[in-house]
């Protein structure tokens, strides 16, 4: 059995990230959650793929966030035109690409900045390892 992954990480507003990741880049709400011990939040993904994110809002916290260039996502596409229809979606949902710090990124990919700063990758390759 391969385990699934979950990625959490804390944000100050739920709602931006969700718009970005679901709107921009396609995945689903899986669940959300209301006041689970003092955190609000929600789970995105696709149903059948083995990992999905958690972002959550602590109740009375204040964040400190330090994205840098180099906190990256990255989803392989190696299809071309899934590739393609991915990165007419985020400029469709007005997400433009940054330059990459790592100019690896650009050769095949494009990358973006999410609301909180911190960037994901939609890599036109196939994942070789």
Known sequence: MVPKLRVA???????????????????????????HDGFDG????????????????????????????????????????????????MQAHGYDPVVASNPYWDRLGRTYEDPDGYRVVLQNAAWEY
């Open 9 to 35: 990480r804390p944000t100050s507003d739920l709602a931006p990230l969700v718009r970005f990741y679901c709107n921009g880049l396609g995945l689903t709400e899986l669940s959300s959650f209301t006041n």
């Open 42 to 89: 929600v789970i995105l993904g696709h149903p059948h793929a083995p990992y999905h994110l958690e972002f959550t809002v602590q109740q009375g916290h204040l964040l400190v966030s330090f994205p840098t260039p180099e906190h990256l996502l990255v989803f392989y596409i190696p299809e071309h035109s899934q590739w393609l229809s991915a990165v007419e979606r």
